[in-house]
């Protein structure tokens, strides 16, 4: 089977008819499937391991959540996706069969780009492309124009968080820093005081004015004003619940 290199337009002359070649005249990685030939790309890494708890330190704080922790070691995992280039911001469909939101929605870094080469990528985990190109663009829908998708893997830190009380697995992505999990976590210990807490509070602070006011005349306006004050501290506590 021949087919021309689409990077510099050479004839490649396979065996197979799928797989990731290798063009011998420009050497750009290459995957073939049903629809064609394609060009195979990586993104570079920009961040470090060592970015990790800084970048979800921030995401934390832009989310409204306590403080992160993490609890295992972080691996690099490079995952496929098709790319799709139209008029507006390029697409990535998951080229590998998964449910999980968090690669619904993936914004496309800006990172440098490099044919894939085994060798950029031998210290991580590789996710291989199991879902055929044509199958993700149906999935992308007609947005994803004519053109056919490049594949494209992207590394990420994969990597357990606590936050909280809670433990999320989270994907930061290795050239942007952009965190992705598939559900935030909840942000109880995050919270001020519920209004069953400001109501007992709010009662508490009337008994100790009764308490410690002996005249009525003055103690009767003080816990008014007290009871005014916790009725709207529980009101605006309902209607803006903490994210
Ligand atoms: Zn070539």
């Known amino acids: 089977m021949k087919f021309p290199c689409p990077q510099c337009g050479g004839e490649i002359l396979l065996q197979e008819a799928g797989g990731f070649p290798v063009c011998p005249f420009c050497a750009a990685g290459l995957v073939l499937d049903l629809g064609g030939v394609r060009p195979h790309l990586l993104y570079r890494p920009r961040h470090a391991s060592t970015d990790i708890l800084p970048l979800l330190r921030r995401w934390c704080d832009q ?16 995952y496929p996706f098709w790319r ?14 998964t449910l999980k939101p968090r ?15 085994p060798a950029l990528v031998a210290r991580a ?8 190109e044509a199958a993700a663009r149906e999935r992308a829908g007609p947005e994803s124009g004519a053109k056919p998708g490049d594949l494209l893997h992207v590394p990420f830190f994969e990597v357990g968080v606590k936050v909280g009380t809670a433990t999320v697995p989270a994907s ?7 965190v992705y999990v598939d559900a935030l976590p909840r942000a109880a210990a995050a919270a001020g005081a519920g209004p069953a807490v400001r109501l007992v509070m709010g009662a508490l602070l009337m ?19 007290t009871a005014w ?13 903490s994210p």
């Open 207 to 225: 008994l100790v004015e009764a308490a410690l006011l002996p005249r009525a005349w003055v103690a009767l306006p003080v816990v008014f004003v």
């Open 84 to 97: 799709y280039v139209s008029a507006g911001p390029p697409r990535l469909i998951p080229a590998w069969s």
């Open 103 to 117: 690669w619904a929605d993936l914004k496309i870094p800006e990172a440098e780009q490099a044919f894939f080469d």
């Open 63 to 78: 989310q409204g959540l306590p403080a992160p922790s993490i609890v295992s070691v972080p691996r690099l995992v490079y």
């Open 125 to 132: 985990e590789v996710v291989e492309a199991t879902l055929p």
């Open 172 to 178: 930061v992505e290795a050239c942007s820093g952009q």
């Open 229 to 241: 004050l916790t009725y709207l501290a529980i009101r605006g506590g309902l209607e803006n619940p």
